[in-house]
């Protein structure tokens, strides 16, 4: 069965610069969230889009932005980069029912 | 905000023993799910419980939503060093729909020596 796609599953940036991550839902899925997990913490809540549009925002910092396209793909862009944006990010997308999420690999960002 | 208060945060046990995780709000959820992750990896849906009272049986791990759907408690039988990994319990919103976020525990890490 298809997953939550991620890309990149690593990704090294220095500070101040720009990252892109991206994001490809289940087929069919309506619902696609953006967590961040910093070592030893539970996922915290960035943002999610349903049908395309922001439904609900979380703790993201305004260097953060992320958009839903057409295609239901997801990115996340995190501008000005800090060293304690280092963290996995997790996409995660639900169905329609609404019962449960599935969760991509995730991204393991280092900023150095 | 909802919370929930997940505890154990660290299990440490050795195998063929028995286990419980709890996790507990002052909230209601509309439903209250269960994931296992390992590490560097994404959470893995084990379980959702919906109904008060429910009762879930995964082989040797048992899951039960509280009755006025505020907690939830995750037992497992007979642990083995495979069942190694951080579990979260994480609820959904009491108006709960398809679009929802999810309110995460703290997460318990457990260990299972051989």
């Known amino acids: 069965a298809a997953g939550v796609i991620q890309s990149p599953r690593h990704l090294i940036k220095e500070k101040r610069e720009t990252a892109t991550l991206k994001c490809y839902p289940i087929?069919?899925?309506?619902?696609v969230y953006w967590y961040q997990q910093g070592p030893g913490q539970d996922p915290q809540f960035l943002i999610s889009?349903?049908?395309?549009?922001q439904s609900d925002k979380g703790s993201i910092p305004d260097r953060f932005s992320a958009q839903q396209f057409s295609d239901y793909h997801s990115e996340l862009n995190m501008s000005s980069l800090e060293l304690g944006d280092s963290a996995l990010y997790f996409c995660a997308s639900s169905s329609p029912w609404g019962l449960g999420y599935t969760f991509g690999s995730g991204t393991r960002l280092t900023v150095v | 905000t909802q919370l929930l208060e997940q505890s154990p945060q660290f299990l440490s046990i050795q195998e063929g023993e028995n286990l419980t995780v709890y996790c507990n709000s002052s909230?209601?959820?509309?439903?209250l799910q269960w994931y296992r992750q390992e590490p560097g990896e994404g959470p893995v849906l084990l379980v959702t419980?919906?109904?008060?009272?429910e009762v879930k049986k995964l082989k040797r791990l048992t899951f039960q939503f509280g009755d006025a759907r505020k907690d939830s408690s995750l037992h497992i039988t007979a642990a083995q060093p495979g069942d190694t990994g951080l579990y979260l319990c994480a609820g959904a919103p009491g108006s709960g729909g398809s679009n929802y976020k999810l309110t995460f525990g703290k997460g318990t890490l457990l260990t299972v020596n051989p």
């Open positions: 909230s209601v959820f509309s439903s």
């Open positions: 419980v919906v109904t008060g009272g």
């Open positions: 087929p069919r899925h309506d619902t």
């Open positions: 889009f349903y049908e395309k549009m």
